[in-house]
């Protein structure tokens, strides 16, 4: 199974600020990636897939990259309603792993 | 508009059953492979089961198999989970989610787009 890594786990910053999450592979896989903003008591929201392309609707500060085995979220300027939790999700192979999540909250 | 609608969840016994559903509108069932994610409130996400367009493949979690069974009827754009011989850490919302893939530069990739709102499974005596 391919283990995904996240961090931080919990991060506290600013509106405005740039915020930048990590996710870690146990392996090299293709960058079959995606990311998902979940906020409390909602589903998760498909943010960024194929590491790096933003789903449609989706802000453009976010943005999505890496490959091999290290893949970065940024926000390139936090705005409130992206205090969120975040996961990254592999789907190159069986289980389709997820990370365990980073936090978001205001500081 | 694309939607996902979970429902089946409720309070059950360790060792009792439980089927979840969920119903697909705005798009063609069968066109797609669907899966469902589990997730502990407050806690992180796991992959459950995937099935194939009609039914034929089917793929489990190690936590679940030999227990769960995913199947669906696309004829009813509806999507199941068969829960035997639950136990208490299966306690979680359970989500039904689309999969959904396009071809780039030659290689295929993919990702889970819409999720339901999720159904809260308790499993407690």
């Known amino acids: 199974d391919i283990q995904l890594t996240q961090s931080p786990s919990f991060l506290s910053a600013s509106v405005g600020d740039r915020v930048t999450i990590t996710c870690r592979a146990s392996?090299?896989?293709?960058?079959?990636l995606a990311w998902y903003q979940q906020k409390p008591g909602k589903a998760p929201k498909l943010l960024i897939y194929?590491?790096?392309t933003l789903q449609g609707g989706v802000p453009s500060r976010f943005s999505g990259s890496g490959s091999g085995t290290e893949f970065t979220l940024t926000i390139s300027s936090l705005q409130p309603e992206d205090f969120a939790t975040y996961y990254c999700?592999?789907?190159?192979?069986?289980?389709?792993?997820f990370g365990g999540g980073t936090k978001v909250e205001i500081k | 508009e694309v939607q996902l609608v979970e429902s089946g969840g409720g309070l059950v016994q360790p060792g009792g059953s439980l089927r979840l559903s969920c119903a697909a509108s705005?798009?063609?069932?069968?066109?797609?492979?669907m899966h469902w994610v589990r997730q502990v409130p407050g806690k992180g996400l796991l992959w459950v089961s995937r099935?194939?367009?009609?039914?034929?493949?089917?793929k489990y979690a190690d936590s679940v198999k030999g227990r769960f069974t995913i199947s669906r009827d696309n004829a009813k754009n509806t999507l199941y989970l068969q829960m035997n011989s639950l136990r208490a850490e299966d306690t979680a919302i359970y989500y039904c989610?689309?999969?959904?893939?396009?071809?780039?530069?030659?290689?295929?990739?993919?990702?889970?787009?819409?999720w339901g709102q999720g159904t809260l499974v308790t499993v407690s005596s």
């Open positions: 989610v689309r999969d959904v893939g396009t071809s780039i530069d030659g290689s295929w990739y993919k990702w889970f787009d819409p």
């Open positions: 392996q090299v896989f293709s960058s079959c």
């Open positions: 705005g798009f063609t069932l069968s066109n797609y492979w």
């Open positions: 194929a590491a790096s």
């Open positions: 999700q592999q789907l190159n192979s069986y289980p389709h792993t």
């Open positions: 099935i194939n367009f009609d039914g034929t493949d089917t």
